[in-house]
């Protein structure tokens, strides 16, 4: 095979495979080729990898060593991405009767979770997780994109029971905003005891659906080792129950009667 | 920039940009580069594409033409990740009271539900969809992993409305297996009138969800062209409303008793 066409295949494949560590003889017998020349390849990818802002390669040395490629979105890509994002947000003919803001298209659209999926990967970058937590429903496309990049699986908190779950813990909780109980149920098997998770959501007002699913990593003896969400609202900074926490967007202003909507970069920039 | 160079940025800007058509000045502009080259590079990486059999670059003729990537999953690519996943699920530990089984580990695995996904765009590659259309909560990833193939937006039917989806559209049915009456929900704004739907979830037993889904899509004058279940139930073929529908996988026994679970291909092989 020729270096051509090694490359197309070796960058597919490096893509598929984010933050999997291979050895170099894997590569040498799948495209039956040099090591010299394989490493030259990998070289040249991890140049151009570098180039257009998508991670790197990494060679970990040793024995068990190999190379793995660990993407990112430069904070350049990124920035430019969101002030998209920020502008199909501020759309008045979004807000909706009470003050809140239409965003389910924008969830909807594979296009923009996969970036904020990237985004938000770069932010993890360095917690070692062992799975993705979000609560049903409208942060599940989010958690799944994150998931995506960092290969680890997602774990869905549903409202409630469900017999394809088996045996689950629920725990109750305040929602913030509307003080209302609520209930929140993970079936027992999803978890390992003792693992560490992140915590991703679309949105966060008050935090009690946050706070709700904290309590419930509790119950699992997980770590909650990142939290991110994907627009906070406006001034809720003194009621807040959850006080560490990245988010990529801020409502500053969601006024119905003036028909206005203005948003800004979270605190992740 | 070098052809090697050019081969990776390339491969990369494919593979993130399925389904789109690009022009061949485009690619010229991008990559400082003569048509000529950008030619060969487009057959290294169709040729690379084929050969590892995740779709082709196809060239449209014209003035508004060009050259997109349309991903496929080939049968055999498909057929040995069918067995990997039909060993996992016939794991006796999956049994649930009541004869059901436990897959959210499966649907929570990025790896798996991305192959998912490519099996089911590719049987849905023919369809003209504007929309993949699913309904809380398991179906979720499935309908992001195809639409991710396809470039088409996801829209979410939900079980209970929520006060962020603004004004919506809700339907009752009859659950086929519970025979209970249920509620489906879904934001007015989501589906453009006239549009092409495909229809994803994650299991289908006497087909009363899908069928609530159907109609809730009439209520949208959209046009259901395709119906796409990850596994369907055992002998419920009698009973079952929903006729047309493409299926990946097919229990044919689950026996708590016996602690034995029986899984084969579904009607797409």
Do not use: C
């Not at 779950?165 to 209930?183: A, F, L």
């Amino acid at each position: 095979m020729k270096r051509s066409e090694r490359l197309v295949g070796m960058t597919h494949f490096f893509l598929e495979n984010p933050k999997q560590l291979f050895s170099l003889p894997f590569f040498v017998e799948q495209y039956d080729a040099a090591k010299s020349s394989i490493s030259e390849d990998m070289d040249i990818i991890d140049g151009m990898f570098k180039n257009i802002g998508i991670g790197e390669l990494v060679t970990v040395a040793g024995a068990a060593g190999g190379v793995q490629y660990i993407p990112s979105l430069s904070k350049n890509q990124a920035d430019h991405f969101m002030t998209d994002l920020i502008e199909h947000l501020e759309d008045p003919s979004r807000i909706l009767p009470g003050g809140y803001v239409y965003m389910s298209d924008i969830l909807g659209e594979p296009k923009y979770i996969r970036e904020i999926g990237k985004i938000f990967a770069s932010a993890f970058q360095s917690v070692n997780a062992d799975y993705v937590v979000t609560v049903a429903t409208k942060g599940i496309p989010l958690a799944y994109a994150v998931a995506q990049v960092l290969d680890i699986p997602v774990v869905i908190i549903r409202r409630d029971p469900k017999v394809t779950e088996g045996s689950t813990v629920s725990i109750n909780y305040v929602s913030g905003s509307s003080r209302k109980i609520q209930t929140m149920v993970l079936a027992k098997r999803s978890i390992k005891e003792g693992s560490n998770v992140i915590i991703v959501d679309d949105f966060m007002k008050a935090g009690g659906t946050i706070h709700g699913m904290i309590s419930l990593m509790h119950e699992f003896n997980a770590n909650v080792q990142g939290i991110g969400v994907l627009a906070e609202a406006e001034d809720e900074e003194e009621d807040r129950k959850v006080e560490q926490y990245t988010s990529l967007l801020k409502f500053i202003e969601v006024n119905e009667d003036k028909h206005a909507i203005r948003v800004k970069r979270g605190n992740y920039f």
